[in-house]
């Protein structure tokens, strides 16, 4: 009679696991790490022609500067683990704890690519470069490491004083709100674009690229369900519930944004991101109806306050309305999960509306204080903005010395 060692069996059935994990968090890193093309073609599709290849570069660069920046110190700050060991070393457990960082960067990195969509056609380039690495070395992982990983006790005191700790699931506002937050900050120290505000009325530049514009929005859709899905980080942590509050956000958010919006294609293919942020937070406790509203109410605010901004604060030249649509619709989703999670909203519970109020209002007040250091510091030793005459001809010949298109 065959005999099986039970041992080895187990450790093969561990040895299995930790593979499929690994190769689970891989793919969701890949995932977002695509939703940098669609932040990329975004920007070029919505940016005057002149500045369509600074978009392009922007977002790779500022990628390849925010990992070296991560991989030395910010994952140190977030969460206390360094990679100055052997490679034996860190290919324990089939390398996952390599591949959690890969994961846990592109989320990182999105912050300087959202910050880019609101400072697009006057910014001088390695100034940004420089605020994009301490960014996402220093202000990024410090809440990050407060929300994620328990850092300075914040998380405890929310729990011992309201029943629950903040919960993000996502990023709402881990990384949507402080990257729509830091962008207040750098867009309001850059001021207009020279002649957004002409004999008192307010010059529309209209976007130079529908198509690409939309394409953009559809790739960051589709990376969204890495985004949201995989920050569950373990195979048995997979939720179908955050798969499908994710889609219905993204559709309540579109729909709202069409009817609000009055059918205008740069809302309707915003109205689906502004879903999708703010219901990253909730999005493994929301029910789908909670989940649609949230959505839908996220898409109708992005329509709202980008109109209300462009039209009386002309001075806050957000290009890309990332203000409204990673900020406050990111601080909407923190809160609202704590409306929409409790059980009394057909939610799974466990949170505390009070917690998600303080914890969001946490997450603004580092954006704040960050961005304004950060981009005020550069601003006073080399100027963050291009000059008058390299703004005029566009920062693609300025920076970059060619132009997106030939002349032939």
Not at 76 to 81: D, K, R
Not at 227 to 241: C, P, R
């Amino acid at each position: 009679m065959e005999t099986f060692d039970v041992n080895s069996i187990n450790s093969a059935v561990e040895t299995l696991m930790q593979s499929a994990n690994t190769l689970f968090i891989l793919l969701g890193a890949i995932m977002v790490l695509a939703m940098h093309a669609g932040f990329a073609f975004l920007e070029v599709g919505t940016v005057r022609h002149k500045n369509q290849v600074n978009a392009l570069v922007k977002i790779i660069t500022d990628f390849g500067i925010s990992t070296l920046a991560y991989f030395f110190i910010g994952y140190q700050i977030a969460y206390g683990v360094n990679f100055f060991s052997s490679a034996t070393e860190l290919v324990q457990n089939n390398g996952y704890d390599l591949v959690k960082f890969f994961f846990l960067l592109t989320f990182a990195a999105a912050i300087p690519a959202i910050v880019s969509g609101g400072i697009a056609e006057r910014a001088k380039f390695y100034p940004i470069l420089i605020a994009s690495a301490l960014i996402v070395a220093f202000v990024y992982p410090l809440f990050e490491g407060m929300i994620w990983n328990g850092n300075y006790g914040f998380q405890n005191w929310l729990e011992a004083t309201f029943g629950a700790g903040f919960h993000d699931f996502a990023g709402s506002v881990v990384v949507h709100g402080v990257g729509g937050w830091l962008a207040f900050t750098a867009v309001y120290l850059l001021g207009a674009r020279n002649g957004r505000y002409r004999e008192g009325r307010v010059v529309a530049f209209a976007p130079s690229n529908i198509p690409f514009l939309a394409l953009g929005s559809w790739v960051l859709i589709v990376g969204w369900f890495g985004f949201n899905v995989m920050s569950a980080q373990t195979m048995d942590g997979i939720s179908g519930l955050v798969a499908v509050n994710s889609l219905m956000a993204m559709v309540g958010g579109t729909i709202i944004a069409m009817l609000v919006g009055r059918n205008d294609p740069g809302f309707i293919h915003n109205g689906p991101l502004a879903g999708l942020v703010a219901v990253c937070a909730g999005s493994d406790i929301l029910h789908p109806v909670g989940a649609l509203i949230v959505g839908g109410v996220a898409g109708a605010l992005f329509v709202f306050v980008f109109t209300a901004a462009q039209n009386r604060f002309p001075q806050f030249d957000d290009v890309l309305g990332v203000w409204p649509l990673h900020g406050l619709c990111g601080a909407w989703g923190g809160i609202a999960a704590g409306i929409f999670g409790s059980q009394a909203f057909g939610g799974l519970g466990g949170v505390s509306l009070m917690a998600q109020v303080i914890g969001t209002l946490a997450g603004v007040a580092v954006a704040l204080l960050g961005g304004f250091a950060v981009y005020g510091l550069l601003k006073v030793i080399s100027g963050i903005r291009l000059p008058q005459e390299d703004e005029f001809n566009g920062a693609d010949l300025a920076v970059h010395k060619i132009a997106a298109t030939s002349e032939d």
